[in-house]
T-cell receptor, first 114, second 116 residues
Framework: SQQGEEDPQALSIQEGENATMNCSYKTSINNLQWYRQNSGRGLVHLIL?????REKHSGRLRVTLDTSKKSSSLLITASRAADTASYFC??????????????FGRGTQLTVWP | EAQVTQNPRYLITVTGKKLTVTCSQN?????MSWYRQDPGLGLRQIYYSMNVEVTDKGDVPEGYKVSRKEKRNFPLILESPSPNQTSLYFC???????????????FGPGTRLTVT
């Protein structure tokens, strides 16, 4: 069963614009991670935010986490054509003694036009 | 170079013919996992392993087997492949469960499997 759900499913913007993707989840989490996937290739880890953190930055990436609303957002500032990819959120769900379960959403397809 | 390797990268096979997809990591990670990715369904976890000789089912384990005899290797076995196992498969590894130790999960390049 999937935990995170990204919104929108697809996003198309011009170079230089900001791109915002959202992720909602259903249960309590230890952390939330964002990954990027270029077409048909392996996922690449972008950033991890823990449940006790509200905001995190890494270069042009800004991630926020609102545990009361069970949601996160990924902001990419000053987008470039090379940012074109699918972006996935993944949640490390708290569920009793079960460890090692990382749930991925279906992803947001971002297209940045030159 | 830190990496996760998978072989083969592409495979076309027929129903019922046993196959193995190998996965190897050179980062001394304890945690390894297999996912399948299908259009519209995202990534679904098949099996994962917390350490050598410790494996557990993910969300879609039916029709698959795994083993973890060595820390670096985590092969995925399809004893009798069927067309509904046609998919893109990813192996991943991390320092700790779910990548929570920092750095997230490292993914292999993927294996595109077609079962006819």
């Amino acid at each position: 069963s999937q935990q995170g759900e990204e919104d929108p499913q697809a996003l198309s913007i011009q170079e230089g614009e900001n791109a915002t993707m959202n992720c909602s989840y259903k249960t309590s989490i230890n952390n939330l991670q964002w990954y990027r996937q270029n077409s048909g290739r392996g996922l690449v880890h972008l950033i991890l935010i823990r449940s006790n953190e509200r905001e995190k930055h890494s270069g042009r990436l800004r991630v926020t986490l609102d545990t009361s609303k069970k949601s996160s957002s990924l902001l990419i500032t000053a987008s470039r054509a090379a940012d074109t990819a699918s972006y996935f959120c993944a949640t490390d769900e708290i569920r009793g003694s079960t460890l090692g379960r990382l749930y991925f959403g279906r992803g947001t397809q971002l297209t940045v036009w030159p | 170079e830190a990496q996760v390797t998978q072989n083969p990268r592409y495979l076309i096979t027929v129903t019922g013919k046993k196959l193995t997809v190998t996965c190897s990591q050179n980062m001394n990670h304890e945690y390894m996992s297999w996912y399948r990715q299908d259009p519209g369904l995202g990534l679904r976890q098949i099996y994962y392993s917390m350490n050598v000789e410790v494996t557990d089912k993910g969300d879609v384990p039916e029709g698959y087997k795994v083993s973890r005899k060595e820390k670096r290797n985590f092969p995925l076995i399809l004893e009798s492949p069927s067309p509904n196992q046609t998919s893109l498969y990813f192996c991943a590894s991390s320092l700790s469960a779910s990548g929570s130790g920092g750095g997230g999960q490292y993914f292999g390049p993927g294996t595109r499997l077609t079962v006819t």
